[in-house]
């Protein structure tokens, strides 16, 4: 079966490797000029963390983020498993205590805990949680690595081909498009998320911690070579390329406040872009004739693509297949 995929974010991509496995012939279809121009997926945190997410998200999210670590480490490698660390400023105790109370698979932890997951948060927090189960992984790495395993398995990738998934000529189509698919999904909004790369030589962190504050809960991200990633607001608008000043202040004021050494940080990117979702920020596939809508990740791109995409292969491998996250049936 030939099967065309428009938009080659990490949701794009995820469905092209689930499709490619079971035997389909399979083409990409992407606007930008290269993987990740246009994706939003590319100023993504990378954290796999299914439990912490558990604090805002639906029942759907936890169940089905859990099989995100295992699916990126075969397909792509790299993930790094050394759970996820939340912490609070003593004035804030209570955004702990109401943080765990809303999630689940964590280890309440001392400030000696908290000084041996991570010593260089020695003698600044007196307690936290730890999410032992948790993982995360480098994004922009880690969708390179699918694009490439794609095309040697025999996928084909259309750079600068901003095309129309009715028009294309294959046997299903998988549009993937996130807010561009807006004018045959008008439920669809944007929840725009605004990061900062960071690079440090003075703090070192293993795993990615979520200071907690009532206004903006804050998550640092490690990378390779001395970067942070620093993350990130969620503003009801679909606006993509924009950083206001004080989304600014407050994520270097809340990495400051995670540890002081980030105020002689370099800024070396500000990224900021639009998440797609549906209003109960759940995702979908959405049938109309022969082509399936992905769409809808919300915050859980990276999370939720793995089982979204098992669930787009089969419903375009299958007709008579109704995998759980199928809406909105159309003839």
């Given at each position: 079966?030939?099967?065309?995929?428009?938009?080659?974010?990490?949701?794009?991509?995820?469905?092209?490797?689930?499709?490619?496995?079971?035997?389909?012939?399979?083409?990409?279809?992407?606007?930008?000029?290269?993987?990740?121009?246009e994706?939003?997926?590319?100023?993504?945190?990378?954290?796999?963390?299914p439990?912490?997410?558990?604090?805002?998200?639906?029942?759907?999210v936890?169940?089905l983020?859990?099989?995100?670590?295992?699916?990126?480490?075969?397909?792509?490698?790299?993930?790094?498993?050394?759970?996820?660390?939340?912490?609070?400023?003593?004035?804030?105790r209570?955004?702990?205590?109401?943080?765990?109370?809303?999630?689940?698979?964590?280890?309440?932890?001392d400030?000696?805990?908290?000084?041996?997951?991570?010593?260089?948060?020695?003698?600044?927090?007196?307690?936290?949680?730890?999410?032992?189960?948790e993982?995360?992984?480098?994004?922009?790495?880690?969708?390179?690595?699918?694009?490439?395993?794609?095309?040697?398995?025999?996928?084909?990738?259309?750079?600068?081909s901003?095309?129309?998934?009715?028009?294309?000529?294959?046997?299903i189509?998988?549009?993937?498009?996130?807010?561009?698919?807006?004018?045959?999904?008008?439920?669809?909004?944007?929840?725009?998320?605004?990061?900062l790369?960071?690079?440090?030589?003075?703090?070192?962190?293993?795993?990615?911690?979520?200071?907690?504050?009532?206004?903006?809960?804050?998550?640092i991200?490690?990378?390779?070579?001395?970067?942070?990633?620093?993350?990130?607001?969620?503003?009801?608008?679909?606006?993509?390329?924009?950083?206001?000043?004080?989304?600014?202040?407050?994520?270097?004021?809340?990495?400051?406040?995670?540890?002081?050494?980030f105020?002689?940080?370099?800024?070396?990117?500000?990224?900021?872009?639009?998440?797609?979702?549906?209003?109960?920020?759940?995702?979908?596939?959405?049938?109309?004739?022969?082509?399936?809508?992905?769409?809808?990740?919300?915050?859980?791109?990276?999370?939720?693509?793995?089982?979204?995409?098992?669930?787009?292969?089969?419903?375009?491998?299958?007709?008579?297949?109704?995998?759980?996250?199928?809406?909105?049936?159309?003839?």
């Amino acid at each position: 079966m030939k099967v065309a995929v428009v938009g080659a974010g990490v949701v794009g991509l995820a469905c092209a490797t689930e499709l490619l496995a079971r035997g389909a012939q399979v083409i990409l279809y992407e606007r930008g000029s290269r993987i990740g121009a246009e994706a939003c997926s590319w100023y993504a945190g990378g954290m796999l963390a299914p439990w912490c997410e558990g604090e805002s998200a639906e029942e759907p999210v936890i169940r089905l983020g859990q099989q995100a670590a295992d699916w990126w480490e075969r397909h792509a490698g790299s993930v790094v498993r050394k759970g996820t660390l939340v912490v609070a400023p003593s004035r804030d105790r209570s955004e702990l205590r109401r943080f765990g109370q809303r999630t689940s698979q964590f280890e309440e932890i001392d400030g000696e805990a908290v000084a041996k997951l991570e010593p260089d948060l020695s003698g600044r927090f007196s307690q936290g949680l730890f999410f032992a189960d948790e993982a995360h992984l480098d994004p922009r790495k880690a969708i390179a690595a699918l694009a490439e395993r794609l095309l040697v398995d025999g996928a084909a990738i259309h750079f600068d081909s901003a095309v129309e998934p009715a028009d294309l000529d294959a046997d299903i189509v998988l549009d993937c498009r996130g807010l561009a698919a807006r004018d045959v999904l008008p439920d669809l909004r944007g929840v725009k998320g605004e990061m900062l790369l960071l690079r440090s030589d003075d703090i070192s962190l293993s795993r990615p911690v979520r200071l907690l504050h009532p206004r903006i809960p804050l998550y640092i991200v490690p990378r390779t070579e001395g970067l942070f990633m620093v993350g990130a607001t969620m503003i009801e608008s679909g606006e993509r390329r924009r950083i206001s000043a004080r989304a600014m202040l407050e994520l270097l004021g809340a990495a400051y406040a995670l540890h002081p050494a980030f105020a002689e940080a370099e800024v070396v990117e500000i990224g900021t872009d639009a998440r797609p979702a549906f209003p109960d920020n759940l995702p979908r596939l959405t049938r109309c004739g022969r082509v399936i809508h992905v769409n809808g990740l919300y915050r859980h791109g990276f999370l939720l693509s793995p089982a979204m995409a098992r669930m787009a292969a089969e419903a375009a491998l299958n007709p008579q297949a109704r995998p759980e996250m199928l809406h909105d049936l159309a003839a």
